[in-house]
């Protein structure tokens, strides 16, 4: 099994501004993922992160507003940008398991902007 | 991608067996079924896989049709920790990105 842990596990930012959430793994992994749940919904998926390459991002999700770092294999940091109130969500981040296809999630980042 | 369709919510009384069925028709043939769980304020949890047939653990059975057009999560005598949202997963073993549906949302009842 994988631990994660995210920070930071909750905020409330002003429009406009930045957040970065921090995704770090207590073993190397290959892939990461970032999700968002908005309040009462399901999980979707926004990106893939590689270590060593530009994240893949899902449709209805770009760069210039969700940049992602992956600077090594335990770690990845999730960037909202030029916050609005609909960016309130959860952010979770999820990395691959070792069984098949499970995979493991972080206590996720429940963010709110005003 | 293959599609899942499963009831929005369910309740069950404390002690019974409670049985979710998920739809996933267009389900490709190196797609695996997964189910997860999830707690309000946390990360969904991984519960059970399958590709065919039956899988039992230590906390749910799986049972899938020969066709694997469709699947059920069988959770017996639930208690009331088993209220979540438990989601029907369905892809390939490749890259673990994914795709979530709506997900049934379980109520137990004392």
């Known amino acids: 099994s994988a631990v994660i842990s995210q920070k930071p596990s909750r905020d409330i930012c002003q429009r406009g501004t930045s957040l970065t959430i921090q995704c770090q793994v207590d073993?190397?992994?290959?892939?990461m993922f970032w999700y968002r749940q908005q309040p009462g919904q399901s999980l979707t998926l926004i990106a893939t992160?590689?270590?060593?390459?530009?994240?893949?991002?899902e449709s209805g999700f770009v760069i210039d507003k969700f940049p992602i770092s992956r600077p090594n294999l335990t770690f990845s940091t999730l960037t909202v940008s030029n916050m609005s109130p609909e960016d309130s969500s959860i952010y979770l981040c999820?990395?691959?398991?070792?069984?098949?296809?499970?995979?493991?999630f972080g206590q996720g980042t429940r963010l709110t902007v005003v | 991608l293959a599609k899942t369709t499963q009831p929005i919510s369910m309740d069950s009384y404390e002690g019974q067996e409670v049985n979710i069925t998920c739809s996933h028709n267009?389900?490709?043939?190196?797609?695996?079924i997964t189910w997860y769980q999830q707690f309000p304020s946390q990360g969904p949890r991984f519960i059970i896989q399958?590709?065919?047939t039956k899988v039992t653990n230590e906390v749910a059975s799986l049972f899938i049709p020969a066709d694997r057009k469709s699947s059920t999560l069988s959770l017996p005598r639930v208690s009331l920790s088993d209220t979540a949202v438990y989601y029907c997963?369905?892809?390939?073993?490749?890259?673990?990105?994914?795709?979530f549906g709506t997900g049934t949302s379980l109520t137990v009842i004392p």
């Open positions: 999820s990395v691959d398991g070792v069984v098949d296809t499970e995979a493991f």
């Open positions: 073993s190397q992994v290959t892939m």
């Open positions: 992160a590689n270590q060593g390459s530009e994240a893949t991002y």
């Open positions: 267009n389900i490709a043939t190196n797609d695996y």
């Open positions: 399958g590709y065919k």
């Open positions: 997963l369905v892809g390939t073993n490749t890259g673990n990105q994914f795709y």
